[in-house]
């Protein structure tokens, strides 16, 4: 059984985010700690969370993946937007110690040419500084298209933050299929490779979580822009392959493509149908 949601929209707490997820056939999903252009997080209400949490283990709603604002920039140029990545990391790892299994996951951002071995440190600092504060979430770093200056856009630079985080057991990365795609990474036609450079750069047991999106640009494009599923440069024959693949089909996938729930709910129902035809 496949874990496949998508990215909903957190506004309206997370028992109504558990409903969404159901109703469009997922059974786990993404959403946003907070509004990413917002500062200010709503008080978490424990009340809903209680009942999402009762919901989700009737549904079987598991893996869901919390998504940091992506404003934030770990490694900014100016120190008080450093300190304010920090500070509402910190508060949103505060507010996911109430719901178990959740993973969090975040842009490592970008060295506005200060240099990517700047940026990195700056990364690296945040979350030694985060892990002295102790918390039990797992933390993801997510793959990069390395538009502008973004740390990520290789498998070599999220390496190289791993390795200078002091404990780094709760530490993973996420695969942006679009992302990768247009770092370069050819998942279309040799996926295997790609796994394997992962594998030699990172680890593969590092991996544990996907983004699903098709791309509207050509291989190496940097530019970030998803498509739906099957309408971009990467195609639904990919997405077959890497939701069945062996070393990829036990962990989460999240469509982030270009659409409202309606569309989520047929790509989810396309994805499934090929899987299992794929698998029978
Ligand atoms: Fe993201
Ligand atoms: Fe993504
Ligand atoms: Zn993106």
Redesign the pocket.
Known sequence: MIYLGAHLSSSKGFYKMGRAAMAIGANTFQFFTRNPRGAKAKQLDLADVEQYLEFAKEHGIAQILA?AP?TLNACAKDCDLRRFAYETMCDDLKRLAHIPGAMY???PGSHVKQGAQAGISYICDLLNRMNEQGHETTILL?T?AGKGTEIGRSFEELRAVIDQVEDSRRLGV?L?TC?VFDGGYDIVNDLDAVLKEFDQAIGIKRLMAI?LNDSKNPLGSHKDRHEKIGEGEIGLAAFVSIVTHPKLRQLPFYL?TPNDLDGYQREIALLREKAEHEEA
């Open positions: 998504h992506y996951n975040f842009h997510e990069m996420c942006d992302h983004h982030e």
